[in-house]
């Protein structure tokens, strides 16, 4: 009885799968989950049986894996299948990853390098799909260093780069007369002339100094380009001025400009225009070698003294308007006497702008608008003025607006304002000067800068290269504002000008103090405007 059952049950399994076929599901990449009908079976690769029914019916097998696009296959099924293996292979698309770059500078052609020799060029910034896999990514552009790197684009998700490239570096070839001169460079010393270097691209400050004498230009260096500068340093005795540059050749690139007021020595010796300027100016220093200005009430002084030079350079403003006093400083700087045209085309500007367009009730925005439209116009003027013998004239320019318990200065080089109380600078204008960057930038002390090298080249000059700044002081009973020339500040600590400035009885005799502490000690002109608050 017992194998009679057994019998029986074996018949009807067995019978279950005769003639049953199997669905072979293969997929590239493997692990896709495998689905019949909307319904899961399991991973590939996968088995799938199936029975005859006596009747045609279809099969939907679809197929999924993360990263890959979905797919999926009909598969007809016959009655008269019968132990057929029918394999059923799927070849997966993967879903593209995106690939940013970006670069600087912008616009850096880039070529993008796959398998199979399959290449992609275009430029920066790049936002390209790509099929998963990995690429070389080349970016070359002229005067940079070629940049070269690998990634791996992951379906469905962005790779991203920022690429800094590399600039070239250019080729400086520095040379003096005399020959043997100290070169340093933005403040460090590099070598004696003459001197070929390798440098970054950027720009650059280089001064030769040879004998206690200098002279000193920037520049602006390109990649991949080849300078030449040869700067002739002055020997005592020989006429100076401004010098930017003597011979400056250029091989591709640009220059930028700082300005040098190098000192006049008396005694010297010149040609013969230059020594009928001079006694002119011997002459006529000899009868006044000063001049002032005041307002009627006493309170504002201002005196500009030739100083340790031939003639002056330096002009000054003192004008009182209806409900408001108008000072300023001008130190010119030029060959050929041109520094005092710079310098009084610039006081002159200011005056005539002021008495022209100012009015009182003016807000504090307007003065502000009115000071840079006053200097925009004495730097256009300087500029059109500046023609043969005054090619390269420039002057600085430092300007106090006084009004209701506030001054408004603005500045253009390395003239100052300083305001004083109760015996100390609480504020002071900053230079448009080398030495003044590298104080900015930690390189050098107060006591270093006083006696740099470089403590003349100026960043900013109305006539040559355009800057102005803007400050808002509060002013006090007992205040003492101050304006000068470096005539004054680059020779008499400034312990010693907050001590005369304080003591003073009055505008005119804190002037006076203060020239009269320069006079043994400065090689330049002095110039100096006091409000006594």
């Given amino acids: 009885m017992k194998k009679a059952v057994l019998l029986a049950f074996l018949f009807l ?5 005769v003639g049953a076929g199997v669905i072979e599901v293969i997929t590239s990449p ?5 689905y019949v009908n909307d319904k899961y079976y399991g991973q590939s690769p996968l088995n799938i049986p199936i029975n005859p029914t006596g009747r045609h019916y279809e099969l939907i097998i679809e197929v999924k894996k993360e990263g890959y696009l979905p797919e999926n296959r009909t598969l007809p099924i016959s009655p ?4 057929a293996l029918i394999p059923v292979e799927f070849n997966l698309t993967p879903l593209n990853g995106t690939l ?6 912008s616009h850096a052609p880039v070529k993008i390098i796959g398998v199979n020799g399959y290449e992609f060029v275009g430029k920066t910034p790049l936002n390209v799909s790509l099929k998963p896999g990995n690429y070389t990514i080349e970016i070359i552009l002229k005067d940079y260093l070629p940049h ?20 070239l570096n250019g080729t400086l070839v520095i040379m003096s007369e005399p020959t043997n001169a100290s070169v340093y460079i933005n403040g460090s010393f590099k070598g004696n002339t003459p001197l070929n270097l390798s440098v970054e691209p950027g720009k650059y400050i280089i001064n030769v100094t040879k004998d206690n004498s200098w002279n000193a ?5 390109n990649p991949n380009k080849t300078y030449s500068i040869h700067l002739i340093i002055p020997k005592k005795g020989l006429p100076l001025g401004l010098i930017l540059v003597i011979l400056l050749v250029i091989v591709g690139g640009g220059v930028g400009v700082y300005f040098t007021k190098f000192r006049k020595d008396r005694g010297e010796r010149v040609n013969h225009k230059e020594q009928e300027r001079a006694l002119k100016n011997i002459l006529s220093n000899t009868v006044k070698p000063y001049m002032t200005m005041k307002t009627p009430d006493e309170r504002t002084f201002g005196m500009s003294h030739v100083g340790g030079r031939e003639n002056n350079e330096d002009n000054l403003l003192v004008l009182k308007l209806q409900d408001a006093c108008l000072l300023a400083v001008a130190d010119g700087l030029g060959g050929h006497n041109a520094g005092e045209v710079a310098s009084k085309i610039a006081v002159d500007t200011l005056k005539e702008v002021f008495e022209g367009e100012y009015s009182p009730g003016m807000s504090d925005k307007e003065v502000k608008e009115l000071l840079r439209k006053a200097y925009e116009e004495a730097h256009k003027r300087i500029k059109e003025d500046a023609v043969g013998e005054r090619e390269g004239m420039g002057t600085t320019l430092v300007t106090a607006f006084m009004r209701d318990g506030k001054a408004i200065i603005a500045n253009t080089g390395d003239s100052r304002a300083y305001l004083i109380r109760n015996n100390k600078i609480v504020e ?13 930038k930690g390189e050098i002390t107060e006591e270093e800068a006083r006696k740099h090298p470089m403590r003349n080249v100026i960043t900013k000059a109305l006539g040559i290269d355009f800057g102005v700044d803007l400050y808002e002081w509060l002013l006090k009973e007992s205040d003492v504002l101050l304006l000068s020339s470096d ?5 008499v600590e400034e312990k010693r000008i907050v001590e005369i400035a304080s003591k003073g009885k009055s505008a005119e005799d804190i002037v006076r103090g203060l020239i009269n502490e320069a006079l043994p000690v400065t090689k330049d002109n002095i110039t100096v405007v006091c409000l006594e608050l």
């Fill in 13 to 17: 399994l067995f019978s279950n799968f």
């Fill in 100 to 105: 940013y770059v970006c670069s600087n500078p």
């Fill in 30 to 34: 493997e692990n896709a989950s495998v």
């Fill in 148 to 167: 070269s790197t690998r990634v791996e684009i992951l379906p469905n998700e962005t790779e991203s780069l920022s690429i800094d490239l590399i600039p």
């Fill in 428 to 440: 002071r204008t900053k230079d448009h000067s080398l030495v003044q960057e590298l104080l900015d």
């Fill in 217 to 221: 230009t920037s520049i602006i260096i």
């Fill in 487 to 491: 005539g004054l500040h680059d020779y």
């Fill in 80 to 83: 008269d299948i019968f132990d």
